[in-house]
Structure formats: C-alpha cells, structure tokens
Nanobody, 125 residues
C-alpha cells in the first residue's frame, strides 16, 4: 500500500498561484502513475493532471491546460501541481492519487488505488 500526503492548498484571489505537493511513502515501487484530481461540492471527482512515474508521460485536462503543470521529483517521491492563473471555478478539494496500472496513463478515478486525504483550494473572485 502507498500512503499519500498532500499539502499546499489555501485561499487565493483569482489570477493568483498555488503549488500543491504530494509525498508518497510505503510501497512506492509498485506505483506506475500519479494523478491529481479535484472534487467541487455537488460534482463528481475529475482528473486534473497525471504523470507516468516510469517514462514521464504527462496528461493535463483541457480545463487546466496552459495554467496548471504537473511534475515529479523521483528522488523525493514527490509530485507537484503548479497552479497559475487560478479561477473561481478551480475551487475544489484536490486529491493526490497513485495507480499501479501498467502501460497506460490512467485518467479515471477507478484506476487509482491509493488516495491522499485531500487539500482545499479556494479561489475568490
């Protein structure tokens, strides 16, 4: 099992920036991909970005392309989500997740086995 701990959420004005961090511990050798998801009140959990731990492939949802960037630091077992030009519609609880799926870069929550506790991001207008 992989344990995930997110940090970096908070309150920011529209147009501002935040950087989320996710530190993985435990059986990290079984992880093939890491993802960031978000869930706003009354909405389903949705993919924001994902990165392949093995080959560095990246995925960013259309809604965040050009504004958010996922990156990884293998030596620190850490994945980051740099969020720029934040909008009120980015307000949500952001979750880090780890997947053991081989050969693909998963974008659906059901393909991720381990989840962090979530960190709140609130963007004021």
């Amino acid at each position: 099992q992989v344990q995930l701990a997110e940090s970096g959420g908070g309150l920011v004005q529209a147009g501002g920036s935040l950087r989320l961090s996710c530190v993985a511990s435990g059986r990290t050798f079984s992880t093939y991909a890491m993802g960031w998801f978000r869930q706003a009140p009354g909405k389903e959990r949705e993919i924001v970005a994902a990165v392949s731990i093995r080959d560095g492939r990246l995925y960013h949802a259309d809604s965040v392309k050009g504004r958010f960037t996922i990156s990884r630091d293998a030596a620190k077992n850490t994945v980051y989500l740099q969020m720029n030009s934040l909008k009120p519609e980015d307000t949500a609880v952001y979750y880090c997740a780890a997947s053991t799926q081989i050969g693909i870069l998963p974008t659906t929550p059901s393909l991720y086995r381990s989840w962090g506790q979530g960190t709140q991001v609130t963007v004021s207008s």
